[in-house]
C-alpha cells in the first residue's frame, strides 16, 4: 500500500485523507447536535484556553466551518475598553452567553484573567486571586440555570509551540497569527505553565471541570475535541419532513437575465 493511502506517514502524522474522512463523520454527527440544539432550546457554552500556539483557532473552525453561524457563535473578545476595565470583571462576558437554541464558543474567555493578565501583570494580585475564587461561584450560577458549559483547555509541548511560532514568522500567510503576547508568552513559559496549574486547581470543578486535549499533532486533536465533546451532550436525531424541491412558477415569466446586459459583472478571469 503506498504511503498516501495509509493512515498514518513515517512520522506517525495521520494523512489528510484518513483525518477529512474521519472529520466529515464527525462533522456530519455535529449537525445532529446541531438540530437537537435547536429542537430542545438548549443554551451550550464551550471555552477554548490553552497558551498561544496551542491550536485553538483550527479546533473551532473544524467544529463550525459546516454549521450554521446562527447557531454556533465564535466569541473572540478584543482588549477590554477603559470603561470595560472599570466594570465588574465577568460583566463583558455575560451578554455572549446563549439564548434557548444557541451554541457559544469561546476563544478565550474570562480565565484570560487566570493566563495572561496574571502573567504579564494586566492585573493585580488580589485580583487575581478574587477571580480564582470566584470563577467557579461564577460558573456554578449558569450551570445550576441550565446552561451546559464546557471548558477545554488545549496542551501544546514547548518544543511544537517553538515550531509554531517559528513558522508564523517564516510564512507571510501566517504571520497575522503572531500577536503582540506571542513573543513574551513565550520567554515566560514556565511563568505560564504555573499559572496554567493554579488555574486547574481552583477551578477543575465536579459541577464545571476542565478538560484537557494534547494539541501536538494538530489532526488528531481536533477530531478527539469533537468526538468528546459530542459524547458530553445527550442528544438525538430530529425527524424532519421530506424536502420537495419545487418547480418554478411560469407566472409573470420574462427573459430576467436580458435585463442585466450592460451591467457591470466580475471579469472572468479563471
Not at 518544543?159 to 517559528?166: A, G, I
Not at 506571542?182 to 486547574?200: F, G, H, I, N, V
Not at 471541570?209 to 494534547?214: A, F
Amino acid at each position: 500500500m503506498g504511503k498516501k493511502d495509509s493512515d498514518s506517514d513515517d512520522n506517525g502524522e495521520m494523512s489528510n485523507k484518513k483525518y477529512f474522512k474521519e472529520l466529515r463523520k464527525l462533522q456530519s454527527d455535529l449537525g445532529v447536535l446541531q438540530d437537537w440544539v435547536k429542537h430542545k432550546g438548549l443554551r451550550v457554552v464551550i471555552v477554548f484556553e490553552g497558551r498561544d500556539g496551542a491550536g485553538k483557532g483550527g479546533t473551532i473552525r473544524a467544529i463550525t466551518e459546516r454549521m450554521s453561524p446562527r447557531v454556533f457563535h465564535v466569541v473572540a473578545l478584543p482588549a477590554p475598553s477603559d470603561r470595560q476595565k472599570s466594570q465588574m470583571y465577568m460583566q463583558r462576558y455575560i451578554p455572549h452567553f446563549p439564548a434557548a437554541g444557541e451554541v457559544i464558543i469561546f476563544d478565550r474567555s474570562w480565565y484570560n484573567r487566570a493566563g495572561v493578565e496574571h502573567v504579564m501583570g494586566f492585573c493585580s494580585e488580589k485580583q487575581y486571586r478574587q477571580f480564582l475564587e470566584l470563577a467557579p461561584t461564577f460558573e456554578r450560577f449558569f450551570v445550576d440555570a441550565g446552561t451546559i458549559l464546557i471548558k477545554y483547555w488545549l496542551e501544546v509541548s514547548e518544543e511544537e509551540q517553538e515550531k509554531r511560532f517559528q513558522a508564523r514568522i517564516d510564512d507571510p500567510m501566517r504571520k497575522w497569527k503572531l500577536s503582540v503576547m506571542d513573543l513574551p508568552s513565550r520567554e515566560r513559559w514556565y511563568e505560564y505553565s504555573l499559572a496554567r496549574d493554579r488555574m486547574l486547581k481552583h477551578t477543575d470543578t465536579k459541577h464545571c471541570p476542565w478538560y484537557i486535549v494534547q494539541s501536538d499533532d494538530k489532526k488528531r486533536a481536533r477530531l478527539n475535541c469533537i468526538s468528546h465533546l459530542l459524547s458530553l451532550i445527550s442528544y438525538k436525531e430530529v425527524r424532519k419532513k421530506k424536502v420537495k424541491l419545487p418547480k418554478v412558477s411560469g407566472k409573470g415569466a420574462y427573459d430576467d437575465q436580458a435585463t442585466l446586459k450592460g451591467r457591470r459583472y466580475v471579469p472572468e478571469k479563471y
